[in-house]
């Protein structure tokens, strides 16, 4: 696969290029993906809401028709909101998640967590290519290598 040049403080990269979205936010999600290499969104739909990711898969995979799309971020708890409480997962939702995912023709899904099965602080993470992906967490203020599973 051929990957968009990208230059970011004075260093090139032929990495692949994305950039996490969601439905949620009023925004043109085709425009957003016109000039990345890879579709990606986060979802955090609560468990009993499991269809609702379903939906996001079929959405998001049909912006760049045969091109791979990725889960960015999942977490066991519905900690994506700030509305109400967070509910925790179902033992298993995950998994599942991500078995409905990779069914849907995903390439990778990003699910953390911290201590106590509950999110904490944005996470930003790059994929290095080399079978390990480095995460940053804002608040924690340390970093974590994570070993990604990466399908295709």
């Not at 609560?46 to 977490?75: G, Q």
């Not at 201590?115 to 996470?123: A, D, E, L, T, V």
């Amino acid at each position: 696969m051929k990957y968009h040049k990208l230059t970011w403080n004075n260093h090139k990269t032929d990495l692949p290029i994305t950039h996490n979205a969601s439905l949620n936010h009023y925004i043109d999600n085709q425009q957003i993906f016109e000039h990345t290499d890879i579709v990606s969104f986060d979802q955090y739909s609560d468990s009993k809401n499991y269809h609702s990711f379903l939906y996001w898969c079929d959405a998001y995979k049909t912006i760049k028709p045969r091109k791979p799309f990725w889960v960015m971020e999942t977490a066991p708890s519905f900690s994506g909101s700030i509305y109400g409480h967070q509910t925790v997962h179902e033992n298993g939702y995950i998994a599942a998640e991500a078995a409905a995912a990779y069914a849907s023709g995903t390439r990778y899904v990003g699910a953390y967590a911290a201590r106590y099965r509950q999110w904490s602080g944005h996470i930003v993470f790059t994929p290095a290519w080399n079978g390990r992906v480095e995460i940053y967490c804002s608040r924690m203020n340390q970093k974590r290598i994570h070993r990604p599973r990466i399908v295709g």
